[in-house]
């Protein structure tokens, strides 16, 4: 579950003091490259057994711990190539089952900005496309739902993001994707879901729509900004009554976020983030609380070269 409430970590770009995500309108100049970590913590006790909020005393309240390496790098001042890999580990409070850890997928992301112009003074009106690649670094399993580490589907997704910048710090910003996933592969012969039993270890996983819309200010050192994000699986079954999740289930969820980020004086280049985020709503997803803190650094390899 805690695999699918969470969206793409920011990266971001210091030379121009702003951050750069694959849902927003930014990018970083050309040869500039942005490296750092998050880390993030994630907890949730109740969740959405299909539409039915509820608890599950057998396993107690599930930790989702991460980190995750990322790096940005400005090909051209419109073309940007995004990547990262994070490490997980699971573990429940109560019960007998055992949390699972490991390095997960890999993404690769390339943002294009293919129109930007100014509709105003001092305020700007941009639109890039953004398409990116994730499939799994390891052979994990995603059959041991709430504590695999992922869903094991080679995803391809492409987004649309619009962005209106103003003058005085203000901005916002509406992204939206699709994304389509492959197969997943099961460690046994036959598997039940939706009222249907299949045998063969093959599971179609639906596609998913995800949309992300956020407003904030961006003046200086001081960036804020409050986000809402919304996924909707297009189709799969719901979890059955006192059952585990499976893979395949529909995973819908609506989720609040905040996030501050400062850019350091000294040494130049750095920046420090946090954000908390909250699901307000869902189906078949948990109920979870996300503490997230990154720090992050950008080389300007173009000035180098100048010096």
């Known amino acids: 579950m805690k695999r699918l409430v969470l969206a793409f970590a920011a990266l971001l770009a210091l030379n121009q003091l702003s951050a ?15 490296t750092g970590i998050l880390f993030t913590t994630d907890q949730w006790k109740n969740y959405w057994e299909g539409s039915l909020k509820r608890d599950n005393q057998n396993i107690g309240t599930i930790t989702t711990t991460q980190l995750t390496g990322m790096g940005a790098y400005g090909i051209t001042d419109r073309l940007n190539v995004i990547a990262m890999v994070p490490y997980i580990k699971t573990s429940a409070s109560g019960g007998t089952l055992t949390g699972l850890d490991g390095i997960q997928d890999l993404t690769i992301g390339l943002k294009y900005n293919f129109f930007k112009r100014e509709i105003s003074a001092g305020t700007f009106l941009s639109a890039s496309g953004v ?16 504590l695999s580490i992922g869903l094991a589907s080679t995803t391809l997704t492409g987004r ?11 901005y916002i910003n509406e992204s939206t994707g699709y994304a389509w996933r492959s197969n997943v ?25 995800i949309s992300t819309y956020c407003v904030g200010y961006h003046k200086n050192a001081w960036q804020t900004e409050i986000n809402l994000t919304q ?49 307000l709503d869902g189906i078949n997803v948990g ?8 720090l992050f650094y950008t080389f300007h390899f173009a000035k180098k070269a100048n010096q």
């Open 160 to 170: 649309l993001n619009i962005n209106i910048k103003f003058a005085n710090g203000l």
């Open 287 to 294: 109920q979870a609380t996300t503490l997230t803190a990154g």
């Open 231 to 279: 996924q909707n699986t297009l189709g799969g079954g719901d979890i059955r009554r006192q059952d585990m999740p499976f893979v395949s289930n529909r995973m819908n969820f609506l989720k609040l976020g905040i996030m501050g980020m400062y850019y350091l004086p000294k040494p130049q280049g750095l920046a420090v983030r946090a954000q908390v985020d909250y699901t």
């Open 185 to 209: 592969s099961l460690d046994r012969p036959s598997y039940f879901t939706d009222g249907n039993i299949y045998y063969t270890n093959q599971v179609w996983m639906p596609n998913q729509i």
């Open 20 to 34: 750069q995500t694959l849902t927003d309108g930014l990018l970083m100049p050309k040869k500039d490259f942005c």
């Open 131 to 146: 398409g990116s690649f994730s499939t799994p670094l390891t052979n994990y399993t995603p059959d041991f739902l709430p």
